[in-house]
């Protein structure tokens, strides 16, 4: 089975198509955004910024716990953190095989956070700073990741722009192919 990441700027929808993926596949879920926002909700850490990496590598430690298979849903976050969770999976003697970017349009972003707010109540999409400031903290410091790890993984921009069937069936397509590609290799 694969190990796989996604990534995107705030409500590309990475978390839908990650619980999607997660139930076809049957791989464990981990969430970093459900976790900080329930770190929020304690408060513990301050909305809209990204947390430190030993914070974030502390989490992945606790969370990967097995030589289980994982769908990695807006961690990393950064570089450091990309090299964090190689180091992790390599104890278990395993890698990351996917990373999937959705990519948005900002104005996109805008609207689709405001439509989550009035639907989910989420709490890091009630204040316009704290959505401006992770959208910047995206661009800034999450997007460098797809130019650094392509050479150790599949990289796979996704037009997060369709529609939640659209968006998940090209992703389930690229991953047949790649199970496929696995299964002819063995």
Do not use: W
């Amino acid at each position: 089975m694969l190990n796989i990441i996604f990534i995107g700027p705030p409500g590309s929808g990475k978390g839908t198509q990650s619980i999607k993926i997660a139930k076809y596949l049957n791989l464990n879920h981990i969430n970093m955004g459900n976790i900080l926002r329930s770190e929020i909700k304690n408060n513990s850490i301050n909305e809209g910024f990204l947390l430190s990496d030993n914070i974030i590598s502390n989490i992945l430690r606790e969370k990967i716990k097995t030589n289980s298979k994982y769908i990695f849903d807006g961690v990393p976050r950064n570089i450091c953190q990309y090299n964090i969770l190689k180091t992790i999976l390599r104890d278990y003697k395993q890698k990351i095989d996917i990373l999937f970017y959705i990519q948005l349009k900002k104005e996109n972003i805008i609207e689709r956070i405001s439509k989550r707010m009035s639907i989910d109540n989420r709490i890091d999409d009630k204040n316009i700073n704290s959505i401006n400031n992770r959208i910047n903290e995206f661009y800034i410091k999450t997007l460098p990741i797809i130019q650094y790890c392509q050479s150790d993984l599949e990289v796979h921009n996704i037009n997060g722009n369709k529609s939640i069937d659209n968006v998940y069936n090209n992703i389930i397509t690229i991953i047949n192919n790649k199970l496929s590609s696995i299964i002819n290799a063995n």
